[in-house]
Every structure is written in C-alpha cells, then in structure tokens.
C-alpha cells in the first residue's frame, strides 16, 4: 500500500518550453501532497506543499509563476515549469501524505528533467 | 549553518560489517525524525520513524535519538549489498508540521 507514481519518468525539452508532471496516490487519498527539487548528490529541498483545492504554499525563493502546482484531486497533482530553462534541470520529487491520523509522507520515483 | 548536518560520505564497508549513519541537527523544536533510504534516480523509502529521544529496532536497523545533544543515528547490522544506496535523515517539529527538513544524504556502498 500507499505508493505514490510520477509522470513521466524522464523528459527532455528544449529551452523555452513547458513541462508537466503528474503526481498521483494510487490506492490512498492524500490531503496533502509537496514538490522536492533535487540537484545531483545534494539533498531533497522543498519546493512547495499543496493541499486539495487549495492554492499552493512555496517555498521562500521558490517562483510561482514558473512553477504551477494544481492539486485538483485527492489523488493527483500536476507541477508545470514554465518557459524551462537549463537551469530548471533536476530530479522533481513529490510526496503525499493520507492525512487522517498519519503524518507519513510517501514519495514518488521522481521525474528527471533535462532542459536543452 | 545548515538546519541538519550530515555527512555525504561516500562511505564504503564490507558485506556483513555494522554500519553507522549519523545526522545532527540545530533546531531544538525537531521531535519527529526519519531515515530514508534511497536508489540511484528513484524517490526516496521511508526506513525508520522515530518520536522525541529513544530507540527504535526493525530488524537490522536501529534508530536513535538523542534530543539534548541533536544528534540521530541509524545502524545498520550485518550490512548486504543490497543496503548499498544513499542514505537520509529527515526531521520536523510538532505532529501536522508536515514540512520536512532532510540532510544531505549519506552515499553508502556495501562490498561483498
């Protein structure tokens, strides 16, 4: 139980372009689910929580608007980079947590964008 | 100063050997800690979860915590290649502050 896919599992886009991650819970629905950024060998970074219906919280330093993040449903979640960049380039985590009782975050496999 | 500290390693032992990870952390409203483990290019799994100061053993793996001196640990007994992956503390403050704070991971390599 509580396994949490991504989608897709890599992408490539050329500079400019946007780029849309799925996120879903597949047999649990989470209330809340949070976007990592992380860099080759460095640590995961929050970039931003959201909870279903609600606009989402970022990060200080972490842009809103080159970042969309929708949590639509209890079981799906979409982060969007905006007009990507090279820079944007990273390993997107995201996790989910059931709420209810549990505070335990299950995390996705991670999407790996590459920006040329 | 970073909010947690952690070694990055790499950190190479052999098969069968007691592994020992370690973090430790400036921020004395923490209560909640966590290990993860995670693969190369795959999301990290949670290991151990553990409340305030105090150990937690799930078959080889044992987590401590030591509040007063912000410092956790996690061992790993008769370590198999298969623990071979990187290695990550996470904490939080009060129950329902979801937001995580990891270290920086530890790169452990276990050599049969």
């Known amino acids: 139980g509580a396994v949490v896919s991504q989608h897709p599992s890599w992408v490539i886009c050329k500079s400019g372009t946007s780029v849309k991650i799925e996120c879903r819970s597949l047999d649990f629905q989470a209330t809340t689910m949070f976007w990592y950024r992380q860099f080759p060998k460095q640590s995961l970074m929050l970039m931003a929580t959201?909870?279903?219906?609600?606009?989402?919280?970022?990060e200080q330093g972490v842009e809103k608007d080159k970042f969309l993040i929708n949590h639509a449903s209890l079981t799906l979640s979409t982060l969007t980079v905006t007009s990507a960049h090279p820079e944007d380039s990273s390993f997107y985590i995201c996790?989910?947590?059931?709420?209810?009782?549990?505070?335990?975050?299950?995390f996705g496999p991670g999407t790996r964008l590459t920006v040329l | 100063q970073k909010e947690v500290e952690q070694d990055p390693g790499p950190l190479s032992v052999p098969e069968g050997a007691i592994v020992s990870l370690n973090c430790t952390y400036s921020n004395s409203a923490f209560q909640y800690f966590m290990w993860y483990r995670q693969y190369s290019r795959k999301g990290p799994e949670l290991l151990m979860y553990?409340?305030?100061?105090g150990n937690k053993e799930d078959g080889r793996f044992t987590a401590q915590v030591d509040k007063s001196s912000k410092y956790i640990s996690l061992f790993i007994r008769d370590s198999q290649p298969s623990d071979s992956a990187t290695y990550l503390c996470a904490m939080r403050g009060s129950w329902g502050a979801q937001k995580l704070v990891f270290g920086q991971g530890t790169r452990l390599t276990i050599n049969p």
């Open positions: 959201s909870n279903e219906g609600s606009k989402a919280t970022y």
């Open positions: 996790s989910a947590s059931p709420g209810q009782g549990t505070d335990t975050q299950y």
């Open positions: 553990t409340y305030s100061s």
